[in-house]
């Protein structure tokens, strides 16, 4: 089955710090997703981004699906921005993750 | 408008017993799907119904599973005689049509089995 390999595993920055979240795969794909997992547990869509770049304010993905990998940028990070993202891309029927970058930000 | 919703938000059971997890798609989305997720991975897929009929099971771990959408509305994952090792976040997604769409997740039921 299809590989999917974020990095780094763990990330720790200084509010206000920039950052980016990387992820390869290592088949073709019909799409590709981020995702923002909470202290809760709720897993929050950020991106739905099948090649190409999209921007949310302080986030932004970009997606070269020819090269098999995805990006995502944040910005001036916060606090609140702290949890684990996933990157998710759909192999036939399923979202298949990878095991997530824990992002932490300290004030 | 409503998100996906799951009950109950938490369950704990003992080993050998059934339990059922609910849950209740985004209105007008015909595609449903479950994962689970065990603690520091990332959500592994279980199943996918397209409207009423399980489209792909290829996830469900063994004949102790499954699940059901009569209606193709909600739907509902069955565990039978549960092991400690089902132990874990249960999923449910929901996406407007196929498989090609966008997913949103609910909010998880969190099993527990002693």
């Known amino acids: 089955g299809i590989q999917v390999e974020q990095s780094p595993p763990d990330l720790i920055l200084q509010e206000g710090a920039n950052s980016t979240l990387r992820c390869n795969f290592s088949?073709?794909?019909?799409?590709l997703q981020w995702f923002h997992q909470n202290p809760w547990g709720q897993l929050i869509n950020l991106f739905y981004?099948?090649?190409g770049t999209k921007q949310n304010g302080r986030l932004s993905a970009t997606t070269v699906a020819t090269e098999r990998y995805s990006l995502l940028y944040i910005s001036s990070s916060q606090t609140t921005d702290s949890g684990v993202y996933f990157c998710?891309?759909?192999?036939?029927?399923?979202?298949?993750f990878g095991a997530g970058t824990i992002l932490r930000v300290k004030s | 408008g409503a998100g996906v919703s799951q009950t109950p938000s938490n369950k704990v059971t003992e080993k050998g017993k059934y339990v059922e997890l609910r849950c209740d798609p985004i209105?007008?989305?015909?595609?449903l799907y479950w994962y689970r997720q065990s603690l520091g991975q990332g959500p592994e897929f279980l199943i996918y119904?397209?409207?009423?009929?399980?489209?792909?099971d290829s996830g469900l771990p063994n004949d102790r599973f499954f699940a059901v959408r009569p209606e193709g509305s909600v739907s509902t994952l069955k565990i039978q005689r549960t092991e400690r090792g089902d132990s874990a976040v249960y999923l449910c997604a929901s996406s407007r049509s196929g498989n090609q769409n966008e997913q949103f997740f609910g909010p998880g039921t969190r099993l527990t089995v002693l």
């Open positions: 088949d073709s794909v019909n799409n």
């Open positions: 998710a891309v759909l192999y036939g029927n399923k979202l298949v």
């Open positions: 981004i099948p090649s």
């Open positions: 119904f397209q409207g009423t009929g399980a489209a792909d």
């Open positions: 209105s007008g989305h015909t595609a």
